[in-house]
């Protein structure tokens, strides 16, 4: 969990000409990732680890609670997680069904369809996203009925990802939703979206306050933010190799 180890997995992908050229060659990667690979270094950097681009313009007694090289994923790693976010003949990606209430909630692999609230969505034999309604002021009358009891008594949970807008930062919204979180014991992890929106400067400003929130507040939160875009797929292939691992399919 040391700092250090993420900055090795990073070398190792950035300073070994070799690794790339084998994982670009190797069979089971897939043709989108494979392309990913043939970037410029600073490119391929800036896609797969986007926090390093700001942690540049931090001072060095700056960087001590900056935890952005907790999880270390090598390079095989990323490919294999990416594999599995991959569609194919023998890996589908299915809609499954949708829930309202947790005994709404499919007994999978043979799901009944629902009124669309709780979007449930198998990726291939690994594992089942779960894309839930928000919460705040648009969340449907339904909500404690429908997500938080799903949270509390869905036993093969893995994770809990918030999902947080880097441009205005944490809101009252956010506020409730990582105090349900900590309340039901969640282990969760806050992804910062839009990140594309966002200059380096406003950036690395709103990452620094929700670091220190992360910090000081939770107590199940893990302590690595996951900044992404939709838009430029930055940080994407990282959320989605911590998605395959702590699901146990990097095992």
Do not use: W
């Not at 690979?37 to 007694?61: G, H, I, M, N, S």
């Not at 007994?107 to 709780?118: Q, V, Y």
């Not at 291939?124 to 799903?150: L, N, S």
């Not at 839009?194 to 000081?216: A, C, P, T």
């Amino acid at each position: 969990m040391a700092a250090p180890g993420l900055r090795l997995g990073a070398e190792r992908l950035f300073e070994m000409p070799a690794v790339l050229e084998r994982l670009s060659r190797y069979n089971s990667t897939s043709q989108a990732f494979a392309e990913v690979l043939r970037l410029p270094k600073q490119q391929l950097r800036k896609l797969l680890y986007p926090l390093q681009e700001v942690e540049r313009f931090l001072a060095p007694d700056g960087r001590q609670d900056f935890h952005l090289r907790i999880f270390d994923p090598s390079p095989e790693d990323i490919a294999r997680a990416d594999n599995i976010f991959t569609a194919t003949e023998r890996n589908r990606i299915d809609y499954v069904s949708s829930a309202v209430r947790i005994d709404h909630a499919p007994d999978l692999p043979r799901p009944e369809g629902h009124t669309k609230k709780m979007n449930f969505f198998k990726v291939g034999k690994h594992f089942t996203v779960v894309d839930m309604p928000g919460y705040g002021f648009r969340a449907p009358e339904d909500f404690v009925d429908m997500v938080e009891t799903y949270l509390k008594e869905r036993r093969n949970l893995k994770r809990t990802f918030l999902l947080v807008d880097s441009v205005v930062g944490i809101q009252k919204t956010d506020n409730t939703a990582i105090e349900m979180c900590e309340e039901f014991a969640l282990p969760y992890v806050i992804v910062l979206t839009k990140i594309d929106k966002s200059s380096k400067g406003h950036l690395l400003k709103q990452v620094l306050q929700i670091q220190k929130f992360v910090n000081m507040k939770t107590q199940g939160c893990f302590p690595q933010l996951f900044p992404v875009s939709a838009v430029t797929f930055s940080g994407i292939h990282l959320l989605r190799c911590f998605i395959a691992s702590v699901t146990g399919n990097l095992d």
